[in-house]
């Protein structure tokens, strides 16, 4: 499958990356774009290339999504708002009948109309029928990337309008995501994804590289998040969000990746030097991202906030002089909050 990308040279504005099916509905809407992907040398306008031309001109039949029942599924259009800056939350308004999912113990609040229902798996087979082998599959892999089995599927059964907020579990950003933007899918650190709208996929990407799993800092299993509609992935601190050109690469901590297009190739390298390697505070390794396609970074990942937390508790119990104190440890003792 291709991975396209588009520039329309009166807004400026890049778009991608795309499949095929979502290449072709693209340069139908926007036929004075150009067009580039991964072997072509220079970009070319769109409707100058037979690949997106579909069937005579018109968009190719969209196949149907797998354990749909003949019709390609779409994700509930829902509105929200982000609201905070250091602890956001996310605020869901929902129309008559739509739904959001969310993880187990993200809820903030929500409107008597919203009623919760508890599903096996990520929610992503609701009101399909979906099987059994499926809804396992779906659990099965909530599993491997360390969330619960269960998922939160929250829907308005009342008139009007109805409000649901989800909040962060810790200080950061929440970025607010629309999967059909994105080519429908999203490689994302296990921990990241906070809610979405009904029809988003939860699954599971391994990362193929042995070095990249055991030194990438996200293990050999992130999440893989799949669709057409709104997901919100929470990250640690502030998030600066980079597109990388075809070939580029930027170099990043282990622990900062917070998500990246399916076309971004994650790879890690040995940091150069001796003294850098030891001394440098970074590790051994720096994991490396190389486009085309965008990718997420945060500055604060929670497992160096926890170290530091865990730097800075007493070890011993009692009352902490604050890292500050002139008389630091001798503080303590003439205190007696030291324990012997």
């Known amino acids: 499958m291709s991975h396209w990308y588009f520039h329309s040279p009166e807004s400026q504005q890049r778009t991608g990356p795309l499949d095929d099916e979502a290449a072709c509905r693209h340069a139908q809407a926007n036929p004075a774009a150009l067009a580039w992907r991964e072997g072509m040398s220079e970009w070319k306008p769109a409707r100058s ?29 829902i509105d929200f708002r982000i609201v905070g800056h250091d602890m956001q939350f996310v605020e869901v308004e929902l129309d008559p009948g739509e739904s959001a999912i969310a993880e187990a113990g993200a809820l903030m609040f929500k409107d008597s109309a919203v009623q919760m229902d508890t599903l096996f798996g990520d929610g992503s087979h609701s009101g399909q029928g ?23 599927v929250y829907t308005h059964g009342g008139q009007g309008k109805a409000k649901v907020a989800f909040a962060a579990p810790y200080p950061g950003t929440v970025l607010a995501l629309k999967l059909d933007e994105h080519g429908g899918r999203l490689i994302c ?44 992935v ?30 971004v190739d994650m790879d890690v390298r040995r940091v150069a030097g001796i003294k850098s390697m030891f001394f440098g505070g970074e590790g051994v390794f720096l994991a490396t991202l190389t486009g085309p396609g965008k990718v997420w970074i945060q500055s604060l990942p929670f497992s160096r906030m926890a170290g530091r937390m865990l730097q ?4 011993a119990g009692g009352q902490n002089r604050g890292e500050g104190s002139v008389l630091g440890g001798l503080g303590r003792l003439l205190d007696g909050d030291n324990s012997f």
Not at 53 to 65: D, S, T, V, Y
Not at 312 to 315: L, N, R
Request: proline share 5%; with cysteine.
């Open 189 to 232: 650190q296990k921990d990241s994804f906070l809610a979405g709208a009904r029809g988003v996929s939860i699954g599971i990407a391994f990362q193929r590289k042995i070095l990249t799993g055991l030194f990438g800092g996200e293990g050999f299993i992130m999440q893989k998040l799949e669709g057409d509609g709104w997901v919100f």
């Open 49 to 77: 290339l037979p690949e997106l031309a579909g069937n005579n001109g018109a968009p190719p039949h969209l196949p149907p999504l797998p354990g749909s029942s003949g019709s390609r599924q779409r994700a509930d259009d």
């Open 234 to 263: 929470h990250a640690g601190g502030t998030v600066v969000e980079r597109e990388l050109a075809a070939g580029e690469r930027i170099d990043v901590d282990t622990g900062c990746v917070v998500a990246y297009h399916g076309s």
């Open 130 to 152: 979906g099987g059994l082998m499926d809804k396992l599959l779906s659990a099965g892999k909530r599993v491997v990337t360390g969330e619960s089995l269960f998922t939160t």
């Open 312 to 315: 800075a508790a007493p070890q």
